[in-house]
């Protein structure tokens, strides 16, 4: 059970789009529609912002979006806020209710 | 609204026994929901350790089963997490976090977070 693949880190310009890559196998999230995605500011408690790969939790702004294709899932935020500045983790079910994150991809708005 | 709040050592010596809890608030650890465990290593990514249903078996990380567990004290409305045989790369902010019966796969709610250092 490998961590996922992400970028170690992206940036982009206030109202530009940008997206983040999540690799893995298979196993992991080629297999299964359950891929999530996690913001993170240092310090409080992470929020999920996609579930099931493209599903938004209620009060998620429809800026965040989710997709798959093969083995690899993307999450695109467009219209890019100071706000959004913060660590995405990915998240996958890999088999018999095992789960496995993402390295994390620190994103910066320029 | 439900809050979780972890809590516990934050200094464990190696080999010995890291205890931790999350307490509850604003929901019944048995209305229908999942309680989890995830931990982040100092500038690493999260690492799932374990899920557990109350009443049921636990689900744990294969990488960790051997020294991990995981249980509910209703009375208390607390999750615990117990991790034996520490060494310093258990060294992490470990999160306590909820998931919903309707999405098994997820994590819909978090605590901040408690850090913990093994040294001796």
């Known amino acids: 059970q490998s961590a996922l693949t992400q970028p170690r880190s992206v940036s982009g310009s206030p109202g530009q789009s940008v997206t983040i890559s999540c690799t893995g196998t298979s196993s992991d999230v080629g297999g299964w529609d359950f891929v999530s995605w996690y913001q993170h500011h240092p310090g409080n408690a992470p929020k999920l912002i996609i579930y099931?790969?493209?599903e938004r939790p209620s009060g998620v702004p429809d800026r965040f979006s989710g997709s798959k294709s093969g083995n690899t899932a993307s999450l695109t935020i467009s219209g890019l806020q100071a706000e959004d500045e913060a660590n995405y983790y990915c998240c996958s079910h890999a088999g018999s209710y095992t789960l496995t994150f993402g390295g994390g991809t620190k994103l910066t708005v320029l | 609204q439900a809050q979780l709040q972890e809590s516990g050592p934050g200094l464990v010596r190696p080999s010995e026994t890291l205890s931790l809890t999350c307490a509850v608030s604003?929901?019944?650890?048995?209305?229908?929901?999942?309680w989890g465990w995830i931990r982040q290593p100092p500038g690493r990514g999260l690492e799932w350790i374990g899920t557990?249903?109350?009443?049921?078996?636990?689900y744990y990380n294969p990488s960790l089963k051997s020294r991990v567990y995981i249980s509910v004290d209703t009375s208390d409305n607390q999750v615990s997490l117990k991790l034996t045989s520490v060494t310093a790369a258990d060294t992490a902010v470990y999160f306590c976090a909820r998931t919903p019966v309707t999405t098994i796969f997820v994590f819909d709610m978090w605590g901040h977070g408690t850090s913990v250092s093994v040294s001796s």
């Open positions: 557990v249903y109350p009443g049921a078996s636990p």
């Open positions: 099931d790969v493209t």
């Open positions: 604003g929901h019944s650890i048995t209305s229908g929901s999942y």
